[in-house]
């Protein structure tokens, strides 16, 4: 019995001394192996960090100097800022128009019901939307994208009929004027092509848009381009912005005589939506060979001042382009914020007279 006793004694001893060693055996390992891949990890961060760090800093120091050598003129014989060509190059390669199809995919996905009024509340407070404006319960948009176009009372933006042209949306003044040897300056400095802007909208304004006027649509152009930011904090840095990003441009004739109206696309804007012309399709991966398309049939031929004509899915910026008298006058001011229906001339100006362009 003692010797049997004793075997007993030993057997567990050793058993509980392997196992301690297995497992010790098995802990060391994977500290090792920890170690290991953490100490491969350190040497690759530092091998490569300071490498490619240097590169690149030598890159954008040859670019600079190259920039700075070789000047890029402009139609009307000035020079773009190096920087600004910098910019322009470096957003080309951002693939913008994927992140806006994704975007605007996670922006038409159905919320819970539940965390609607929570969730389109925070946006409203962080962008400054009015919601005293909507007489719908906030529950009832079933995606961001459909609060984001959300229509408003009726009342919420009367027209002012005594002006012969009001705004045809809710945003900030970027520019506005007569066109002086085809070109027209934005804000801050920077010029144009006589084809540019007037009003920016910003997240939180009101995303449909309206004829600024009673015109004749004769047909439309659609430019591929690219989708960079429009934001006027970005856009300084951009010569010609708005003849780079996609755009739709509508052509017809006013009371005064020529006429456009472009809407202007941008990143993270999910797509450009003309009620009255069903063929446009904004924002798509594949493209016709053409980048334009003259005579597109419209169901819109003649529209009212204050009609109803699109929408942006997610913001972007008005163009407005048309001949007007000589003595034209606007009763706006640069930076200033208005709103769809806000009369953008002075109402005692008759458009008998003989035209003169502006924008």
Partial sequence: RNSYKCCTDIYSKGFLKISMNRRFSRRYASNATNHKATSWYSFVKWEWSVPVGISLSLLGILQWRHLQKYPYPTNNGNVYEPISIF???CSYYLPLRMIS?????IASLELPV???PTLYGFYARTFDANLDEIDVNLSDFPSLVDFFVRPLKSDARPI???ANMVSPSDGTVLHFGPVTACRVEQVKGVTYDLKHFLVYLAPGDYHRFHSPTDWEIEFRKHFQGKLLSVNPRVAKYLPDLF???ERVIYIGKWAGGFMAYTAVGATNVGSIKVYCDRELQTNTLMWPEAKHWKDASLGCA?????ELFGEFRMGSTVVLLFEAP???KFCIQVGQTIKMGQALTDCSVAVEEKPAHSS
Avoid: A, E
């Fill in 302 to 306: 003649r529209i009212s001042k204050g």
């Fill in 243 to 245: 003849s780079l990003n």
């Fill in 160 to 162: 002012d009929h005594k």
């Fill in 87 to 89: 910019v322009v190059k």
């Fill in 101 to 105: 199809r994704i975007w605007g995919w």
């Fill in 326 to 328: 000589k003595d034209f």
């Fill in 114 to 116: 539940v965390l609607r």
